[in-house]
């Protein structure tokens, strides 16, 4: 038996006046794979999470036409091929309950439930400078103790309401659409408001649509949305797909963005209009994210193209629209097709052809109170039996804020963060020592379980490092995390992206501090497959920019 393995079979060993060596927090899809991983070097570790079940985000958002963008088998785990031959799935973009059974499965097999406590939600999380130890509250009044704490909280975890006079006050049914109620909710026959109409709304509303008896939705700023072409995958191509997995996951690797689709490397100027064309007209009929991740690089940092394309886009959805008039208000006048995270619908825009579906534009008779009966308008008064708020997230650091997080000589990440993350690699933070962060802000944007993978791929090597050599404690140096925080912000330069009223640049219209022109650099903005050599290099040089005691 190597040393390597002996040290690896002692780490059980290590603490014991702890509660646990390492504490998960989010029983999500980064979170499960997580405490596989510690699990199987023998760590003494505990998920908690504050749903009743596992799942995060395919837990709480149960909205009817609830469902990822990826395409499933990109979706996948990869680290087990068991789980991969095992697995069927049975749409190409499977709905909540799909995925939420999926990551059943993958816990159940390989008995991770024994690890995982649900129900208690982590109130405040203390650093001790002395013991080198954190001191988890619960709010089941549990205090823990541990070494390290490791975050899963996701990135869009923390739905925001609207700040609205009268919420209370209506007597209906009401709730975010993130908190759709888990008991089913019958809205045949009733009159439903959906306020909102971001990509959660672009997925609920043609569903709302088939059984209400009228639905209205309340429109700020409209979206772009493209063609989700979602299809059933059969048992011969769920058998084809099984054998390219290795391709699957390399091409994955390769893209920008996890996904399977890789940018067209033709310039954009260097194809005739009629050429861009004939791509744009095969990448609309097309499964996914081809339309926005397959095209010309040259739509998301130069203008003019950028132009060119959102008008061919704006064709599109009046060519799906019998109202012109109508369809000039869902076509998006202050952004770009693909400046912001495109959302995917499915017979979105037809929707709005119903004789039982009205479009209220409301930036120009803004909502001004909800009433016991309904809401008023600048312009009227409606009633409605069910509102639906679809109204975002307070997006990647939102369930961090909720946390009193203290690090090292007290410090608040709150009161670091208040104007934006700050962070190392988008892992660690300076000042907090021993806390890591799976797909934290300024990680890559990413198909979630790619950069999920990445980083607890990252984090357990890291960890496992630290118990070889004895170290109790990590923090990261000044320099290094101010240096990377600069490149993190040199990576917006020249994107369409950094004039985006988007959840990549903090906006958030419903959260204070989060106006427009409040830049907040969310994302590590330079493709997965750069972020990912940034993390190798730093392991392989003994990482870098980490200081150890």
């Not at 060596?21 to 499960?32: E, K, L, T």
């Not at 203008?303 to 959805?317: C, L, M, P, T, V």
């Not at 629209?321 to 369809?327: H, Q």
């Not at 198909?447 to 993978?453: K, L």
């Amino acid at each position: 038996m190597t040393e390597q393995a002996i040290e690896i079979n002692d780490i059980a060993n290590i603490d014991p006046h702890l509660d646990y060596q390492a504490i998960v927090i989010g029983a999500g899809v980064s979170g499960i794979y997580q405490i596989k991983r510690l699990a199987d070097l023998g760590v003494r570790a505990t998920v908690l999470d504050a749903n009743a079940d596992l799942g995060g985000t395919w837990y709480n958002n149960r909205y009817p036409g609830a469902r990822f963008d990826s395409e499933s088998y990109t979706y996948s785990y990869s680290f087990s091929k068991e789980v991969l031959d095992q697995w069927n799935w049975t749409e190409r973009f499977a709905p909540q309950p799909e995925t939420l059974a999926y990551l059943n499965f993958v816990t159940d097999k390989f008995k991770l439930r024994k690890y995982m406590q649900f129900g208690c939600r982590v109130e405040s999380m203390i650093f001790d400078d002395d013991k080198n130890t954190w001191t988890l509250r619960l709010d089941d009044g549990r205090q823990l103790t541990t070494r390290f704490i490791i975050s899963g909280v996701g990135v869009l975890s923390t739905p925001t309401l609207p700040k609205l006079e009268g919420m209370d006050s209506f007597k209906g049914t009401s709730f975010h659409a993130s908190h759709w109620p888990h008991e089913p909710i019958d809205l045949k026959g009733k009159r439903v408001a959906v306020i909102g109409s971001g990509a959660t709304a672009i997925q609920l509303i043609p569903e709302v649509a088939k059984v209400a008896t009228r639905l209205t939705v309340f429109q700020r700023r409209a979206n772009w949305a493209a063609p989700l072409n979602n299809a059933p995958i059969s048992e011969s191509e769920m058998a084809a797909i099984r054998e390219r997995y290795d391709d699957i996951f390399a091409a994955c690797a390769r893209s920008p963005g996890g996904f399977e689709h890789e940018p067209d490397r033709r310039g954009f100027y260097d194809v005739s209009p009629e050429q861009r064309r004939e791509l744009w007209d095969r990448l609309y009929d097309e499964p996914g994210f081809g339309i926005w991740l397959q095209n010309f690089t040259e739509i998301f940092f130069d203008e003019k193209a950028n132009a060119e394309f959102s008008a061919y886009i704006a064709d599109r959805i009046r060519q799906r629209v019998n109202d012109p008039a109508l369809a000039e208000r869902l076509i998006p006048k202050d952004h770009g097709f693909g400046i912001q995270r495109v959302p995917l619908e499915t017979g979105y825009f037809e929707t709005y052809n119903r004789d039982d579906v009205e479009l209220v534009d409301s930036a120009e008779t803004p909502i001004v109170r909800i009433t016991p009966t309904g809401l008023d308008t600048s312009d009227g008064s409606y009633e409605f039996d069910v509102i639906i708020y679809a109204t975002g997230f307070d997006a990647f650091t939102g369930a961090f804020d909720h946390i009193d997080i203290q690090g090292a000589a007290g410090e608040r990440l709150r009161d670091k963060w208040a104007t934006g993350p700050e962070t190392y690699l988008g892992t660690m933070v300076r000042g907090f020592p021993n806390f890591l962060m799976l797909v934290g802000p300024q990680t890559a944007a990413s198909n979630f379980p790619r950069g999920a993978e990445l980083s607890v791929d990252w984090v357990t090597p890291f960890l496992e490092h630290m118990w070889a050599h004895g170290h109790q404690r990590f923090d990261v140096d000044e320099a290094a995390e101010t240096q990377w925080i600069e490149h993190v912000k040199d990576m917006y330069k020249g994107m369409l992206l950094r004039n985006a009223r988007s959840w990549f640049t903090g906006y958030n219209s419903n959260l204070e501090g989060h106006e427009y022109g409040k830049m907040r650099y969310n994302i590590y903005n330079g493709g997965g497959p750069r972020y990912a050599k940034m993390l190798r290099d730093v392991a392989d040089n003994d990482y870098e920019g980490v200081y150890f005691k």
